[in-house]
């Protein structure tokens, strides 16, 4: 091969690594998170404890297609929200109450 054919290669290659790189190292990754939240999302149920992404926890007691009812913990309020402001869900035997000094009983 000439110098003009390793150069021409070069040009064409080098891009297209770089388009190729760019896809495994940012695209393949964020793939995998979506299709994780959204199996998150659909197999949310009634008794689940979430947490939004505002950072507000409580308890699934009603699941529709698009929304969520949930009992905020602790308390008795119910609040409807949309599925795609579920952050995540929290294990159930997580006290999320929190703890109290000597000072504040």
Known sequence: MDQETLNNIMNFGLPLLLIVGFFLIMIIPQRK???????????????DRIRTIGGIFGDVTKVSEDTVVIELVPGNTKMMIVKTAIHSVV???????????EETK
Do not use: F, Q
């Open 91 to 101: 294990n159930k035997n997580e006290d999320l109450e929190p703890e109290l000094d």
């Open 33 to 47: 998170r979506d299709k994780k939240t959204k199996d998150m999302l659909s197999n949310i149920r009634k008794g």
